[in-house]
């Protein structure tokens, strides 16, 4: 069981360049999220899915679009990168609704 | 809205001696509520975790918490602190019926030799 993987684990992008960050879960978990962290600021949710086709917005989407083609596989796409998406992003999975969620070990992404 | 607030930023305690760190909720309903740690570099570790039932819960690594309905609190205790404990330690609940977490702002904690 490998749990959840983050890809890449360090990213540098420039100004206006876009990426992909990838995320895949082998617990069948139907939720899965995306999470920055900032300092002082803890974990602030993007964007989540309770199941494959479905995704709703978190509490900071802008900038950011994700898809769930798939149970296992929750990608984070930046369409045009900004110096204030630089962080550190972490996808978690869980049961529905559960809460308990598993975590990545995180992509720390510089924007220059 | 719901909220989580973790009122200590950063506290430093002798290897050995007890630790609370205090974390305060606020939801309307009976809360789902966790304790989270995160090594330096590394992702978020649940360490425990309240659903209902007994309000005094047990964790991973000799951590426990107890949930109080009556000061909206579920503060993080361990009776001897070991120097690998060192590390950010985040309370969360959930706000809504899809399981999103919502986080505190984190309580680094040292440990002094």
């Known amino acids: 069981n490998a749990g959840v993987t983050q890809t890449p684990k360090f990213q540098v992008l420039k100004t206006g360049q876009s990426m992909t960050l990838q995320c895949a879960q082998d617990?069948?978990?139907?939720?899965m999220s995306w999470y920055r962290q900032d300092p002082g600021m803890g974990l602030r949710l993007i964007h989540y899915?309770?199941?494959?086709?479905?995704?709703d917005q978190g509490e900071v989407p802008n900038g950011y679009n994700v898809s769930r083609s798939t149970t296992e596989d929750f990608p984070l796409r930046l369409l045009s990168a900004a110096p204030s998406q630089t962080s550190v992003y972490f996808c978690?999975?869980?049961?529905?609704?559960?809460?308990?969620?598993?975590f990545g070990p995180g992509t720390r992404l510089t924007v220059t | 809205a719901q909220s989580v607030t973790q009122p200590d930023i950063h506290i430093t305690v002798s290897e050995g001696a007890s630790l609370e760190l205090r974390c305060n909720y606020s939801?309307?309903?009976?809360?789902?509520l966790f304790w989270y740690v995160q090594s330096p570099g590394q992702g978020l570790q649940l360490l425990l975790k309240?659903?209902?039932?007994?309000?005094l819960v047990q964790g991973i690594k000799g951590f426990e918490a107890e949930f109080k309905r009556s000061q909206s609190s579920f503060n993080l205790r361990k009776p001897s602190v070991h120097w690998s404990d060192a590390a950010e330690y985040f309370c969360?609940?959930?706000?809504?019926?899809?399981?999103?977490?919502?986080f505190g702002k984190g309580t680094k904690l040292s440990v002094k030799p």
């Open positions: 969360a609940v959930v706000g809504g019926s899809q399981g999103n977490l919502i």
């Open positions: 978690a999975s869980s049961y529905y609704g559960q809460g308990g969620q598993y």
């Open positions: 899915s309770v199941g494959a086709g479905i995704t």
């Open positions: 309240y659903f209902s039932g007994d309000t």
């Open positions: 617990m069948n978990h139907e939720y």
């Open positions: 939801y309307g309903a009976t809360p789902y």
